[in-house]
């Protein structure tokens, strides 16, 4: 049986990868995608979500989200993904339209409409989910759980402690992680272990029109190494498809919102403040080969 999920996302290079294999893999039943202001500006990751969904002649809603955090003032990461957001290929033009509705309630109405409880997966900050959880708890009954690319148990993207998802708006992350949904925390722990290599990225074009796509925006990503790429936003799906692949541990997860560590997510890996309590399952290591060969062969079977 399909997997019911729900994307919430600011695409952006390794969303639109993350997008792709949930769009096309038939395990995964992609019900809506809503968009939130975070490697871009919300307009254009709207857009960009809908060039996505255009490209593979997909009937996926899309629902656009909150302009800015909750608080904090708006930071976007068009350094890294180009001030589109997906850089470098030339997506038709005549895109579908957004939903009228915005993200919230699209995802209020998908969630409790939904005959079976959703898994919600952000790959973008977690305003929107914030802003449901606050207005709406109601969906809460009906989400099974809620797979999260961000945060991490060590040094961060953003500052030194903070990755970016979080520190983009971490009253929101805070929010999220206090619902009592249960949580994977997908982080930089697993995400910069799991690269895209250079070899896999060379032979993208080779295997079809998606191939090429994703090739010629991620060799536009600005987050480069000699070891290659990091897909962050895709291993949400690989966990979702390949959990036996992910090592992961209980414990509960501290958001910081303010001062030298905003945005740092601070996990009690001793169990020595929470009373034995966890509100997450963090992703502490994986097999980086197993996720290169998934990608690829993911990639391969798309009929596009």
């Known amino acids: 049986m399909a997997i019911n999920i729900i994307m919430d996302t600011d695409p952006g290079i390794d969303d639109a990868a993350a997008i792709t294999m949930a769009i096309n893999d038939p395990k995964i039943n992609l019900k809506l995608i809503t968009a939130v202001a975070g490697n871009v500006t919300v307009d254009k990751t709207t857009k960009n979500a809908l060039k996505l969904v255009r490209f593979f002649n997909s009937d996926i809603p899309v629902a656009g989200g909150a302009k800015q955090p909750l608080i904090k003032p708006f930071e976007d990461a068009a350094r890294i993904h ?11 033009e005549d895109l579908p339209k957004p939903m009228k509705e915005s993200a919230v309630i699209a ?3 998908a969630i409790m409409a939904a005959p079976e409880p959703i898994t919600l997966v952000p790959t973008g900050s977690y305003t929107n989910i914030a802003l449901l959880f606050s207005e709406y708890p109601e969906v809460k009954q009906n989400i099974e759980r809620i797979v999260a690319m ?3 148990l060590g040094k961060g993207n953003m500052t030194s402690a903070a990755e970016f998802n979080v520190f983009t708006d971490p009253h929101a992350a805070k929010i999220m992680y206090e619902s009592g949904v249960p949580i994977v925390m997908v982080g930089l722990d697993i995400t910069m272990k799991a690269l ?5 990225i060379e032979k993208l074009p080779t295997l079809n029109e998606t191939g090429k796509m ?5 060799i536009h990503d600005g987050d480069n190494s000699d070891a290659g790429i990091a897909m962050h936003d895709v291993n949400t799906i690989f966990y979702l498809l390949h959990p036996e692949a992910i090592q992961t541990e209980k414990m509960w997860v501290d958001v910081q919102t303010e001062g030298p560590a905003n945005g740092e997510t601070v996990g009690d890996i001793r169990g020595a403040y929470h009373n034995g309590r966890t509100n997450a399952a963090v992703c502490v290591d994986i097999d980086d080969v197993a996720f290169n060969k998934w990608f690829i062969e993911e990639v391969s079977a798309i009929q596009k």
């Open 150 to 152: 961000g945060g991490s």
């Open 196 to 200: 895209l290599t250079h070899e896999s």
């Open 214 to 218: 994703l090739h010629d925006i991620i």
């Open 82 to 92: 180009g001030e589109s957001g997906m850089p470098g290929y030339e997506f038709p």
């Open 107 to 109: 995802l209020r109405d």
